[in-house]
């Protein structure tokens, strides 16, 4: 009776322990991906200091690919590596980024990909027409969550850091916005393509 139990409690903690590795190994990728997308290299926009990295395209795939909580441990998990001093960010930067001008796009991310993931809806691949309907939703969730959420938490921190009014800051940015947009066609397009695959 004893070895029974034995038997059955290592079964559940075995069990457990898959649970937690099907749970966690996604989220891991995907913070992976935005420091690789940090590091990658920056472009600088003329008129302000946050340069153009591939990293909203990365929230925008994890919060398409993802259920909303794994999605924002993803990015959850980026801010902490960065927050304890690892060089995850833009540049190699790390800890100073999240008191720095870029400070609010970086802590956009966080809800912007819990707003993509909890608005994109089930994907339906089951035909062209469907698969183009669900490629649609997916565009618009990801203009709005990593475009809209995102800008509008990075023009107010950026604004409030630096002094600049919050329409100059805008202006400055037009740039990163049409790179964003295209990025959310792209991600889209892939995310929809994927889960066609997955089915």
Known sequence: MQTSHTTSSTAATASLG????????????????????AAAGAIPIP???????????????????????????????????????????????STMALVGPSAGFLFGFL????VIALLRGKANTSSASAAALTAGRYLLTALV????????????????????PIAAVALASMGFVAGDAIKAVVASLAAAGLSKLGR
């Open 111 to 114: 809800p912007g990909v819990i």
């Open 145 to 164: 969550g990593g475009v809209v959420v995102v800008y509008a938490l990075g023009f107010v921190i950026q604004s409030a850091l630096t002094g600049v």
């Open 47 to 93: 008129g302000t200091p946050v340069p153009i990295t591939l990293q909203t395209f990365v929230v925008m795939l994890a919060g398409l690919m993802l259920p909303w909580r794994q999605a924002g441990s993803a990015v959850a998990a980026y801010l902490a590596a960065g927050a304890v001093g690892l060089p995850v960010f833009a540049g190699g930067a």
């Open 18 to 37: 898959r649970r937690i590795v099907a749970a966690s190994w996604k989220p891991a990728l995907f913070a992976v991906l935005m420091w690789l997308s």
